[in-house]
């Protein structure tokens, strides 16, 4: 199983950005899909989660409204675009794969840093 995240960057505040999940090795459709983040000196943060076939969204209240979540299983993707980012949004972002549900393990992936600075 992997999960390769992709689009993490340097951006001015205000701007955006979008990241990219995409998963091999595992059938994405019965995971729950999450993306987590972490700032130098702090703990892993839930950001955004979507279930499965999308029933259910939620989103950590420091990015709703600007951050949207979603997947298109057939192409195996999960994607958070970011909008209107802050400096307090800097961190390296991990997607995450949970698979507990049906019985299904758990994984990360590698982690993408994202930067807001002007």
């Known amino acids: 199983v992997q999960l390769a995240e992709s689009g993490g960057g340097l951006v001015q505040p205000g701007g955006s950005l979008r990241l990219s999940c995409v998963a091999s090795?595992?059938?994405?459709?019965?995971?729950?899909m999450s993306w987590y983040r972490q700032a130098p000196g702090s703990g892993r943060e839930l950001v955004a989660t979507?279930?499965?076939?999308?029933?259910?969204?939620e989103y950590a209240d420091s990015v709703k409204g600007r951050f949207t979540i979603f997947r298109d299983d057939v192409k195996k993707t999960v994607i958070l675009q970011m909008n209107s980012l802050k400096p307090e949004d800097t961190a390296v972002y991990y997607c995450?794969?949970?698979?507990?549900?049906?019985?299904?393990?758990?994984?990360w992936g590698q982690g993408t840093q994202v930067t807001v600075s002007s």
């Open positions: 979507i279930t499965s076939v999308g029933g259910t969204i």
């Open positions: 090795g595992l059938r994405l459709s019965a995971y729950v």
């Open positions: 995450y794969a949970d698979g507990s549900t049906v019985h299904a393990g758990r994984y």
